[in-house]
């Protein structure tokens, strides 16, 4: 049984021989006509039909050749130069055709989990700025990749235009069938904003010492300058906070603080002024405190004092309408509950004053009516008169 299964398997090996064998071309070896003794000849070998294969033919025989060349195509052949002797009568050449085939080339893909390859740890973004994020990364199959910050998805190489709330610590994450993570942290530069001034103590007296500090937002920091209406004042080493020593007079005014990048610069101002006890210099009623009843009249109360002081009034009445910030207040067609002492009181938190006034309100009579028709004539004479001067003199 063993024998019998040795022999089938001989068989097959034989006849795939043969097959192959068959199938394959046989070179054929050419002389020239007339082969003279001390005379060179060339012997040639060729192989008919080589498409699709790589052959290399080779002349062997008991002797050596001097040269040889050859061509390779359909037709491949090689001729060998021979320097002929009378001892090479009969001597046998054969030619050796041997054959290298190959298949179409084919790619071998391996899978290979995601690297970052250009995905740098810190970057810096312009506000305003068209930008996208630069994070990339290999492997096969080709990873996607995101990045993102609380509810924000960003794609490499996706624009949009920077803004500074996009600062922040970005998870970057490279996926295929595995998946790998970084953290990239960006930083949005902007011009300076949110300036502001704080006064220290915010309420001064001459002789305080006095700090004020100016504090705004920007990226990077900014640099702060000021202009002060005296140079007798002390600058901390970041420019960030001045002190007057002593205030004085000559300390008063206003404070300008510049807040500046290379983006750009944004700038407030401070009035700086003395801690006073508010006093009414006066309050003034127009057109007069006597007012004919139907008519408007208008009460104006000034102070001066700082801080700003706030003001109120004593009225006989409600029926009087009052400014936004309190300064005046305005009797609309006045009338006997009009009529009274009206009381303005100014006060800071360095003390108060107060003012009144006696508005009388009079009833239209027929002498009202008549004094009002006589000044309307006498502006009627100084008319006429001036006209008639006028066409006189022309």
């Known amino acids: 049984m063993e024998f019998c299964v ?50 290399q033919l080779e002349i062997k025989g008991n002797v050596k050749f001097t040269d040889c060349a050859t061509i390779k195509g359909n037709n ?15 001597m046998e050449f054969t030619c050796e055709a041997l054959f290298k085939t190959q298949s179409q080339p084919q790619k071998m893909y391996i899978q290979t989990e995601p690297s970052f390859t250009d995905c740098p740890d810190k970057q810096m973004w312009i506000e305003g700025q068209i930008n996208s994020f630069h994070c990339n990364a290999t492997g096969y199959p080709l990873p996607t990749v995101t990045c993102n910050k609380d509810d924000t998805k960003f794609v490499p190489f996706q624009k949009f235009t920077a803004s500074k709330h996009m600062s922040g610590n970005y998870k970057c994450r490279a996926q295929n069938f595995d998946k790998i993570s970084k953290t990239v942290t960006v930083s949005v530069q902007y011009k300076p904003e949110n300036v502001k001034i704080a006064v220290d103590p915010s309420l001064h007296q001459e002789g305080d010492n006095v700090r004020i500090s100016c504090e705004a937002d920007g990226n990077p920091a900014p640099t702060y300058n000021w202009s002060t209406p005296s140079p007798n004042i002390t600058f901390s080493h970041d420019n960030k906070v001045i002190t007057v020593q002593n205030m004085k007079k000559s300390h008063l005014g206003r404070y300008i603080c510049t807040a500046q990048n290379e983006h750009g610069a944004a700038a407030v101002e401070e ?11 006066n309050i003034i009623v127009k057109p007069s405190m006597e007012v004919i ?44 509950e009009h009529d009274g002492i009206y009381t303005c009181t100014v006060k800071n938190m360095h003390g108060s004053d107060a003012m009144t006034r006696r508005i009388t309100v009079e009833v239209a009579t027929e002498d009202n009516s008549r004094g009002e028709r006589t000044e309307l004539t006498l502006v009627t004479l100084a008319i006429l008169t001036s006209m008639s001067l006028i066409s006189h003199l022309c």
């Open 76 to 90: 491949s052949k090689v001729t060998c130069m021979l320097e002929v002797t009378k001892d090479m009568h009969e």
């Open 6 to 55: 040795l022999w089938a398997g001989a068989s097959i090996l034989v006849l795939q021989a043969f097959q192959v064998h068959a199938f394959l071309p046989i070179p054929t070896l050419h002389f020239e006509n007339k082969i003279i003794e001390d005379d060179d000849t060339n012997i040639t070998c060729t192989l008919p039909y080589t498409a699709h294969m790589d052959v």
């Open 293 to 336: 009843q139907g008519k408007n009249v208008t009460l104006a109360c000034e102070a001066m004092g700082f801080p700003p002081p706030s003001y109120s009034w004593q009225t006989p009445t409600r029926n009087v309408v009052y400014s936004k910030d309190q300064h005046n207040i305005t009797i609309q067609k006045a009338d006997k």
């Open 271 to 281: 009035d700086i002024a003395l801690e006073a006890k508010p006093i009414i210099s």
